[in-house]
């Protein structure tokens, strides 16, 4: 899939202050006059180390915003990484992508690295490789991938990151051949959570926030474990600060996983971050990529096919990737379709801040699901069994068309609205009491008696009270019960709408 054609930003500029004049994605002349002429180039630094002896890390100077690179991002030449990777052998080619082509290498020292040789004719020009060393080079966090390096040895542009063994989750998920196990349930959410803290360094940890902007299976790459790491930062931007509430530049990113306030109006915040969040997180669990063209018409889009699903509990199940063969827990399922469904709604307000997804996603991450155990929340029929607190079975069957136990996105707002009820339910009992005993009151009065009256007379009032309080307990009861026959007569008649 391809990428949106235009990158221009602010945050740039301040990165890269004397880039005034305009990038030459087809010609990347080393002699423009920008950061990346400020970048050691790495042929300075063997010629120093040439007729000097001792290796010298960089030649970066030591004012403007590539002054901390040298500290953590090694420069090399092009003729060091082209030993490591054989001279760019197809035996170790690894992928490619809208920026370039990715090769397995190895450096003198032995470290196994994987180098990205970028295309001078493709996506990727100078302002985003400045980005990409500027961002990795000063952010470091167990869920990004490591910069070990770059070369900027005339108009070659090559960035040098660790080995992830594993690929990328893309690599995982589709297309997959006959020999090669997918991805259970229990590693996908440890994927999803792991790639939303990689998300929440960014946008709260990092100061100011980052905007990731290209969040995609493609660029979530897999370390030993299964353990995720955000890759490619060439798009990422620094977001709002202060009062602003959103920075706009040109659209940007993967057709697909792109916000649509976004793509509409090029107003970004972390909020659109969120939304390639949920989009992913769905081709996690449904097994589908964001665009299929090979689906029939009206299954292309994922996030259109599986958004009218979120209303039909009957076809909640069907969004679970048919590869699990049924090897999930039901409950853990609803749960991650509820996380999905608030992270894709089309108002961004509305979504999740990530801090609250990775709360939601390391909770299900810990829920750990054994395969050969039998799913006791779901029967052969597909319907539920009801549990008590304690996990133990009542023996009462719900079906897919209606619970007060249901975990579905739809049950839970359902059940927060029967909260709101009963409060409400509660205070009109207890003003029908205040009512009740106002009545008595005044009758009293009327009558001339008192509450406090020793006489027989009152006596005998006393004795009429009692049946009366007696009279109003079997009210008051009888009115409980017609609340709660509306209550299940409404909530009936809700799952019939629904059916219907």
Request: a negative charge; hydrophobic letters at 30%.
């Amino acid at each position: 899939m391809g990428c949106f054609s235009c990158f221009e930003s602010k945050e740039e500029e301040r990165l890269n202050p004397t880039s005034g004049e305009k990038d030459d994605r087809k010609d990347a002349s080393p002699s423009s006059n920008s950061n990346i002429s400020k970048l050691s180039s790495g042929a300075d630094r063997l010629k120093a180390r040439n007729n000097v002896g001792p290796r010298r890390e960089s030649s970066v100077p030591n004012d403007g915003p590539m002054a901390n690179i040298s500290s953590s991002a090694h420069t090399f030449t092009f003729r060091e990484l082209a030993v490591a990777t054989k001279n760019f052998r197809d035996e170790c080619f690894l992928g490619e992508g809208g920026f370039g082509r990715v090769y397995k290498g190895q450096l003198e020292t032995g470290q196994v690295v994987a180098v990205k040789q970028l295309d001078r004719n493709g996506l990727q020009g100078n302002r985003e490789f400045l980005v990409e060393v500027l961002m990795l080079s000063l952010l470091h966090n167990d869920n990004l991938v490591n910069l070990i390096g770059y070369c900027a040895d005339g108009d070659q542009r090559l960035l040098v990151y660790e080995y992830m063994a594993l690929g990328s989750l893309e690599d995982h998920l589709f297309d997959l051949p006959p020999d090669k196990e997918p991805l259970d349930w229990n590693t996908r959410m440890k994927i999803a959570a792991g790639a939303a803290k990689g998300l929440e360094y960014l946008h709260d940890k990092a100061n100011p926030p980052v905007i990731y902007r290209d969040f995609k299976s493609s660029n979530i790459l897999l370390d030993e474990g299964f353990h995720p790491k955000l890759s490619d930062f060439g798009l990422a931007k620094l977001g709002p600060t202060g009062d602003k509430s959103h920075v706009s530049t040109r659209v940007m990113g993967t057709y697909g996983y792109c916000a649509p306030e976004y793509a509409m109006t090029g107003q970004l915040t972390v909020k659109s971050d969120v939304y390639s969040f949920g989009v992913v997180f769905l081709e996690l669990i449904t097994g589908r990529r964001a665009i299929d063209s090979d689906r029939p018409h009206g299954e292309q889009n994922l996030v259109a096919w599986a958004r009218p699903l979120f209303n039909d509990r009957r076809k909640f199940l069907k969004l679970a990737d048919p590869q699990l063969q049924s090897r999930f827990p039901t409950r853990g399922l609803y749960q991650a379709l509820a996380v999905a469904s608030m992270c894709i709604q089309e108002n961004a307000a509305a979504r999740p801040l990530i801090g609250d997804v990775v709360t939601a996603l390391s909770y299900l991450a810990n829920q750990a699901y054994d395969p050969t155990m039998k799913d006791r929340s779901r029967d052969e029929n597909g319907g539920r069994i009801a549990r008590g607190e304690d996990g133990a079975s009542s023996g009462r069957k719900w079906d897919l068309e209606g619970s007060e136990k249901d975990d579905s996105p739809r049950e839970t707002v359902r059940m927060l609205n029967k909260d709101s009820d009963r409060e409400r339910a509660v205070a009109e009992a207890k003003m029908w009491g205040e009512n009740w005993r106002e009545k008595r009151r005044q009758t009293l009065d009327l009558e001339g008696g008192s509450e406090k009256d020793d006489s027989p007379k009152e006596t005998a009032r006393m004795l009429n009270r009692d049946s009366d309080r007696e009279r109003a307990v079997a009210e008051a009861k009888m009115w409980g019960e017609n609340w709660r026959e509306k209550r299940r007569q409404s909530a009936q008649g809700t799952n019939d709408n629904i059916e219907g």
